[in-house]
């Protein structure tokens, strides 16, 4: 009788290993998630209404010639070629655009693709806001997108806010290379060490359900509160780490549920993946497909695929979406740079980035790290990068202008939008839709 042979860690680390490319093919990806609301009411836009997101997907299909993506029938998103534009849980709209070279070739990927939507979000009276968290709605009145896997996860999700974050919330995740085991693992700590910076200097979510909530970016806080078995730093972030110890962390977590065929089977977290390749499932054996839902539905702070994913950012606008690509671009593809942000952070231990990582919703950069505040360490981080720029010879320091203005004056966007909504807005809602729609 021929037996199947069991799913290896081995074969499991290969995944992380085929990502391995030369310095000079290294590209840049973004992926990009915006607030759709109603410009009438500036509540969150359904899914399946006359005006609703799936109806959205439908005329742009037509209008573009781009492909459904479906599950059970149901439109959840559109591809083409090696584009999408995708449904987040609450019908949040998400730009998935192929990697490029530059940011340059990005952005004019992502401003062709806004000009072709716009017409059309008109005509329904959507506007796609680039805020953090929903600005009026609450996830109590917004109900997920007909998808299997997202009414598992929210069923699952055990933390107090993690409806807030599958429905309420939108971010922006930034997408590296790397040449070799070492150089990612190198990039990876560096980026979780980077990242609680990145979420304070582009805080841009402290307005939400119609009031101010004491916190600078909710969307942060909402992560914070998740499921703290599949979020946060991987490990202690230390020098000392390898493609096989990121796949324990993945093995070791609890598994949310696995697809055969069309349909999904719940495990509700009774047995880690690392358990599902020792003894199975009821009757259900581990494969590698197991294995790369299962790694997609782990969520750090930064995530290791064949590239690396740095995920903790507020959706923002104004040119500010491409700074945060432009920190990451900078410190990451450049040798000295990465050196120096090592030097920065020689005098910082494990737990003073995990506090500071909790600290951040609320405080932003006025949060402190050791002795120093964030926003001190901030306006380094982003001299080393636009010196990088300068060394490598390009022009993509320019990507950073637009959060060099907040840095420099030791703020985030929230702290503007609260100046305002307790000023000259006077807590209008319309004036702070207007402030975030482009």
């Known amino acids: 009788m021929q037996t199947q ?63 459904y993506i479906t599950d059970n029938y149901n439109i959840i998103g559109l591809k083409q070629e090696h584009d999408t534009v995708t449904l ?57 997108i007909p998808k299997q896997r997202y009414h598992i996860m929210a069923k699952y999700l055990w933390g107090i806010l993690s409806d807030v974050m599958m429905r309420e919330t939108a971010g922006i995740q930034c997408c590296i290379d790397f040449e070799s085991e070492e150089d990612a693992m190198t990039k990876f700590r560096i980026a979780n060490k ?13 307005i939400r359900g119609g009031v101010e909530t004491g916190y600078k970016s909710f969307r942060a806080l909402s992560w914070l509160n998740t499921d703290n078995d599949r979020c946060g730093f991987v490990g202690q972030i230390d020098n000392k780490f390898s493609f096989e110890e990121y796949v324990d962390y993945v093995l070791e977590t609890p598994m949310i549920f696995i697809n055969r065929e069309d349909d999904a089977i719940p495990l509700d977290g ?34 290791l695929r064949n590239f690396i994913e740095i995920r903790n950012q507020d959706c923002v606008g104004k040119g500010l979406q491409y700074s945060i690509l432009a920190i990451y671009k900078g410190i990451l593809y450049n040798k000295h740079a990465i050196e120096e942000i090592e030097e920065l952070f020689k ?71 609260i100046r305002n909504w307790n000023g000259i807005w006077n807590k209008d809602i319309k004036k702070l839709i207007k402030f975030v729609t482009e």
């Open 194 to 206: 980077l990242t609680p910076f990145v979420t304070a200097m582009f805080a841009n979510s402290p």
């Open 88 to 144: 987040e849980p609450g019908c949040q709209i998400e730009l998935s655009i192929k990697p490029e070279k530059t940011i340059d070739a990005l952005k004019t990927k992502i401003d062709k693709l806004n000009k072709q939507m716009k017409p059309i979000l008109d005509k329904l009276g959507i506007n796609l806001l680039n805020y953090g968290v929903s600005p009026l709605s609450t996830h109590k009145s917004i109900n997920l």
């Open 5 to 67: 042979t069991k799913l290896s860690k081995k074969e499991i680390v290969k995944l992380f290993e085929a990502g391995c490319k030369p310095k000079e093919e290294f590209n840049v990806g973004l992926e990009y998630e915006r607030l759709p609301i109603f410009s009438g009411t500036s509540k969150a836009v359904d899914y399946g209404s006359e005006f609703g997101v799936c109806n959205f997907l439908r005329n742009f299909a037509k209008e573009e010639n781009w492909d």
């Open 270 to 303: 009774k047995i880690s993946f690392d358990e599902f390749m020792a003894n199975g499932y009821q009757g259900y054996d581990a494969d590698i497909e197991d294995f790369n839902l299962h790694a997609n539905l782990y969520f750090p702070e930064v995530r």
């Open 347 to 417: 005098d910082f231990e494990y737990r003073d980035f995990s506090e500071l990582r909790y600290n951040v919703p609320k405080s932003a950069l006025n949060s402190k790290i050791g002795k120093y505040y964030a926003k001190d360490i901030a306006k380094e981080i982003l001299y080393i990068a636009e010196k990088s720029f300068i060394e490598m010879d390009t022009d993509e320091e320019k990507f950073l202008d637009p959060i060099k203005e907040y840095t420099n004056a030791g703020i985030c966007p929230a702290d503007v939008i």
